[in-house]
């Protein structure tokens, strides 16, 4: 039962962008690896920046694909998935990250069909 749609999508980017710029920082993240915090925040600003470039109805500029978007969003959760092993982080470093890979995964696998190709 795929439940997201490419609206609903669009009004979760800014927030889930703004946290992941802000969590790590209220969070206390990188005490296993500075690149924790880092990371995070990275992502939370090209996610930001994503947003405004993806033609959805929040899109300001409206120059990538929806389908551009959601692949960038996957590629997204896998490398949360993947960061706590390849990068060493540990504890609630760890967690950030799987549990943040995996909303993103979860979001994107719950698209329905016939709009996440648009």
Do not use: C
Request: zero cysteines; aromatic letters at 12%.
């Amino acid at each position: 039962m795929k439940f997201v749609t490419k609206q609903i999508h669009a009004y979760l980017d800014y927030p889930v962008a703004i946290a992941l710029i802000s969590l790590p920082f209220l969070l206390g993240l990188g005490s296993s690896n500075p690149l924790a915090l880092q990371l995070s925040v990275i992502t939370g600003i090209a996610a930001f920046i994503l947003t405004i470039l993806t033609d959805h109805q929040l899109g300001l500029i409206r120059i990538l694909s929806y389908r551009i978007h959601l692949t960038v969003d996957f590629l997204v959760g896998l490398v949360f998935v993947l960061a706590p092993f390849i990068f060493s982080f540990e504890g609630l470093d760890a967690i950030y990250y799987w549990i943040n890979g995996a909303a993103v995964l979860f979001v994107v696998s719950m698209h329905k069909p016939e709009l996440a190709i648009q």
